[in-house]
């Protein structure tokens, strides 16, 4: 049974740094690799998804990794902002892709301007 | 385009009652799966739907069910609640077939309260 663990739970740095993201799988056979972002009481929103064929992914400030053969990802953002702030999910989809995702439980991040 | 659109967005229920969620998927998007989140157990899978037939179930009691419609929008039921059936209820669409890039989009969820 897949297992996501996601650490730290809670991370609160200066606005201006560069910080890393963990997120940890137990089954190294995945078909994708998603990282969602959650505002308080809202919906995710989806930042970068990677195949289990890439090593990683860009969007603007965003770069995330996969390692499968550790059963790791990260999620490094540069130069952060308060508008960061939020919980940062990770979530793995197994196996064919006909199988339902599984989350981590975040990391909720604040930013201190 | 519009996003993915959930229907109410708050409800309070005492226990015993029934609740019906609507979800309306991305224009296009086929798929739809339904979420729990609470703060104890994180996002927990409840069931996916693809072209009106349930694909993957989670594990949750039979008190949960859903159902999508010809049109991709897509209702779950929870009958006799509980208290710990509190709980952010949210639903995603995808387009999972050839061409899809399978990123799960969201909608702004249901908030439900029992009492």
């Known amino acids: 049974k897949q297992e996501v663990t996601q650490i730290p739970a809670a991370l609160s740095v200066p606005e201006g740094e560069n910080l890393v993201l963990n997120c940890s799988f137990t089954d190294s056979a995945i078909y994708n690799l998603q990282w969602f972002r959650q505002d308080p009481g809202k919906g995710l929103t989806s930042l970068l998804l990677i195949q289990s064929s890439q090593r990683e992914q860009t969007s603007g400030r965003l770069n995330a990794s996969l390692d499968k053969s550790s059963g790791r990802s990260t999620l490094y953002i540069a130069a952060s902002q308060p508008g960061d702030s939020a919980t940062y999910l990770c979530?793995?989809?197994?196996?064919?892709?006909?199988?339902?995702?599984?989350f981590g439980k975040g990391t909720r991040l604040s930013v201190i301007a | 385009k519009a996003g993915v659109t959930q229907t109410p967005r708050y409800l309070i229920k005492t226990r015993g009652q029934q609740v019906t969620l609507s979800c309306s998927p991305i224009?296009?998007?086929?798929?739809v799966s339904w979420y729990q989140q609470t703060p104890g157990q994180g996002l927990q899978f409840l069931f996916e739907y693809f072209s009106e037939t349930q694909r993957n179930k989670g594990n949750f009691p039979g008190r949960f069910s859903g159902r999508q419609f010809s049109n991709s929008r897509s209702e779950m039921n929870v009958s006799t609640l509980e208290l710990g059936d509190s709980a952010l209820y949210l639903c995603?669409?995808?387009?999972?077939?050839?061409?899809?890039?399978?990123?799960?989009?969201f909608g702004p969820g249901t908030r439900l309260t029992v009492l």
């Open positions: 979530a793995v989809r197994s196996n064919s892709g006909n199988t339902p995702l599984v």
């Open positions: 995603a669409s995808t387009r999972p077939e050839a061409g899809g890039t399978d990123t799960q989009y």
């Open positions: 224009s296009g998007h086929r798929s």
